[in-house]
């Protein structure tokens, strides 16, 4: 099956909010419930969720036809493998960013009862990861972006007004020097481990999200025994206590975290931060089913705070769409003067900020390059100069993208 490639992304960041909000409802019921320390549910759901995702791998691994069954969640997917060596510093860091997002995550969630506050706290790591990006590619955020990166935090803050009218500021406190920055960390190298090669394939997301979860147990499990050593027993007591419910949480988490870095893999960490975003609305249902299933937690239908997060959602869904509509894609089709080595030319324009791709081919082109940017002219011209400086290329010719379609 075919599907545009914009209909792709959004179709998985989008289903993965869906599963981030189902999660953030199963680590409420378990940290109300069953482990009120956050420091021990945190080693606890990484002692169950490490074997269990191994398992999962495993049995998605299992050939069905000409594919494994892991392939219809991800393409790439082929079998379960151990990490390469270009990986591992990847994985590493992201391992790390992941560690503190999540104990940051547990230590929020013991403090608040409703699930969709810490979603729209944690919303707020787009302007972090949009910073990182301008950094990274040495190009200012336009107008554009910064407008919809400030109606989508400030959406998120009228979000995270809790329905019973609380707000903690300690909490918002950890989302802001804990969790935000854990986040960016956690999908700038997840990206990068998507955009690595394979075998002459992208990387899998499958197999990211299992190694990375290996990882993030280590250093956990180093956090949380630096913390006090007793909290490792109680973790290994709390994971039995709990385990249907953990279980349960590490599956929905599975398939948030590996649709999450598949869409990562086809447009920025920032926009797709922002689409999953939409978990806050998400939340909103299964919350009210969350107050039917633990007594402590009521549904107040107060209508001004009503309005507020409407707003909000509202803001949040406006700032997404604009999001959206500020990225531009191109493919570039370039001539060689003769006797100029392509491969040489080939990496002086896989340099240019903004090339995604190059490839040599044979016929009327001796290269193709494809290029992402964020407005159409900014972007055109940076590469267009860039192009006119390299010794060797004769003529290129500029066609944007209009539509792209992706193997689902």
């Not at 230590?107 to 979603?119: A, G, H």
């Not at 990068?192 to 147990?217: C, E, Q, S, Y």
């Not at 279980?247 to 590996?258: C, K, L, P, Y």
């Not at 999001?323 to 030319?345: D, H, M, N, Q, S």
Request: aromatic letters at 10%; hydrophobic letters at 55%; a positive charge.
């Amino acid at each position: 099956m075919r599907i545009r490639k914009r209909y792709l992304f959004y179709i998985l960041a989008l289903s993965s909010a869906c599963a981030s909000a189902a999660s953030a409802v199963v680590d409420t019921v378990v940290a109300h419930e069953f482990i009120a320390n956050p420091w021990v549910y945190g080693l606890a759901f990484f002692l169950v969720a490490a074997p269990l995702t191994l398992l999962i791998t495993l049995i998605i691994s299992i050939p069905a036809g000409k594919r494994s069954i892991g392939a219809r969640i991800d393409p790439s997917f082929r079998r379960i493998r151990f990490p390469r060596k270009e990986e591992l510093l990847y994985q590493m860091l992201s391992a790390l960013g992941n560690a503190a997002f999540t104990l940051g995550y547990f230590l929020v969630m013991s403090r608040l009862m409703e699930p969709s506050v810490v979603l729209s706290f944690s919303q707020l790591s787009i302007l972090y990861l949009l910073i990182v990006e301008s950094v990274a590619e040495k190009n200012a955020p336009t107008m554009a972006e910064v407008q919809a990166s400030l109606i989508v935090a400030f959406g998120a803050i009228l979000g995270s007004i809790s329905l019973s009218g609380e707000l903690d500021m300690e909490a918002l406190l950890i989302v802001f020097l804990v969790m935000n920055p854990g986040t960016v960390l956690f999908a700038e190298y997840q990206r990068k481990l998507k955009r690595l090669k394979m075998d002459g394939r992208p990387n899998d997301a499958i197999n990211i999200r299992l190694w990375n979860l290996v990882f993030t147990t280590f250093f956990v499990f180093i956090i949380v025994s630096a913390m006090d050593v007793k909290l490792v027993a109680e973790s290994i007591t709390a994971s039995g206590t709990a385990l249907s419910w953990i279980s349960a949480g590490v599956v929905v988490t599975f398939f948030s975290i590996v649709l999450f870095v598949r869409a990562m893999g086809i447009g920025k960490a920032s926009i797709t931060q922002a689409v999953r975003a939409s978990s806050i609305i998400f939340a909103i249902p299964f919350f009210i089913a969350l107050s039917y299933i633990i007594p402590d937690i009521t549904f107040v239908s107060d209508p001004v705070l009503l309005l507020i997060r409407i707003m909000g959602i509202v803001l949040v869904v406006m700032g997404v769409i604009s999001f959206a509509l500020t990225e531009v894609k191109a493919y570039i089709f370039i001539r060689l003067e003769p006797g100029y080595p392509v491969t040489e030319i080939q990496q002086k324009i896989w340099e240019i900020k903004g090339i995604t791709s190059v490839s040599a081919t044979t016929g009327c082109y001796d290269i193709v390059a494809k290029a992402r940017m964020r407005t159409l002219g900014k972007g055109y011209e940076r590469i267009i100069r860039e192009l006119e400086k390299i010794r060797g290329i004769k003529t290129f010719e500029w066609q944007t993208i209009l539509k792209e379609w992706e193997e689902l």
